[in-house]
């Protein structure tokens, strides 16, 4: 990235929040900013009907951006544990009834840009209820099946109720900011399942990540952001957005002892072939 001219590419994000309220100011002029910094797609993601809709409309209104619909374990945060102004409508309008809101969003399932499930999994950092986390995510994962379209799993310090469930079902999909060990990413990764690295693989102290990484298939990564959070180096503390992933690939190719061109690559057609995308 030292030669000002060169454009990095192509680019796939699949791992985004662009609903979020910090791309308010500026959302579309961003977007449509973004090919010509090298971005070839995005997955935008869910996390409650709260945003369902305008990541879908999001999908629809840029032909290089796709959605994922799920509901996600914080969603469940009771009002004792979460501001008012930010519980979701999972307890708002569903009173904790995820089971009724999985239903009002079935119909989403059936849009050509909707390529996933999620994001959805497994949150123990967060005081999330336990057994509705784990019936949602096991509801998530059957319908992931039953719909043949891959998961996004959320993994925050739950690896063995996840890994548990990831070898019960046995589901397609990516697991999301990778955090496990090398030795779970060979198996995870000969089970089927893409590994998503973003900026926190280019963090000063990312041992682990860097040995996954190492051990992983070069046919089963796939570079994320997680934006508006979780910048790479040099930009650590900035809002991030999509271009930025330019540094992770960089991160990616030292580690795999290829160039930064093939990392993009390579994980630009892991990310279609995981989504199903033609």
Not at 217 to 228: K, M, N, R, S, Y
Not at 261 to 275: C, G, H, K, L, V
Request: aromatic content about 8%; charged content about 20%.
């Amino acid at each position: 990235m030292g030669d000002a001219s060169f454009v990095p590419g192509p680019i796939f994000d699949t791992h985004a929040h662009y609903t979020s309220a910090d791309f308010d100011a500026d959302r579309d002029a961003l977007l449509a900013s973004l090919p010509a910094k090298g971005v070839s797609g995005i997955c935008e993601q869910a996390t409650s009907s709260g945003d369902a809709a305008a990541c879908v409309a999001m999908a629809h209104r840029y032909d290089f951006i796709y959605a994922a619909i799920g509901i996600h374990p914080e969603s469940l945060l009771p009002a004792d544990t979460c501001p008012p102004g930010q519980l979701a409508p999972t307890i708002t309008k569903y009173h904790g009834d995820w089971r009724a809101e999985l239903d009002d969003l079935m119909p989403y399932f059936s849009d050509p840009k909707v390529v996933a499930i999620g994001e959805c999994g497994l949150d123990h950092h967060w005081p999330v209820p336990a057994e509705a986390q784990l019936a949602l995510f096991e509801a998530e994962i059957r319908l992931s099946l039953a719909l043949d379209k891959p998961i996004i799993v959320h993994d925050r310090e739950a690896h063995a109720e996840v890994y548990a469930l990831l070898k019960k079902y046995r589901p397609k999909g990516i697991v999301h900011c990778y955090s496990g060990s090398a030795e779970d990413a060979a198996w995870l990764t000969a089970q089927g399942l893409y590994l998503g690295f973003g900026g926190a693989c280019t963090w000063q102290g990312a041992h682990r990540a860097a040995k996954a990484i190492a051990a992983a298939p070069l046919g089963q990564l796939v570079l994320e952001t997680d934006c508006p959070y979780m910048a790479p180096q040099p930009c650590r503390g900035q809002r991030c957005d999509s271009s930025m992933i330019a540094y992770v690939g960089e991160t990616v190719a030292a580690l795999k002892g290829v160039t930064p061109s093939e990392i993009f690559q390579i994980t630009d057609a892991n990310a279609r072939r995981a989504f199903q995308i033609k």
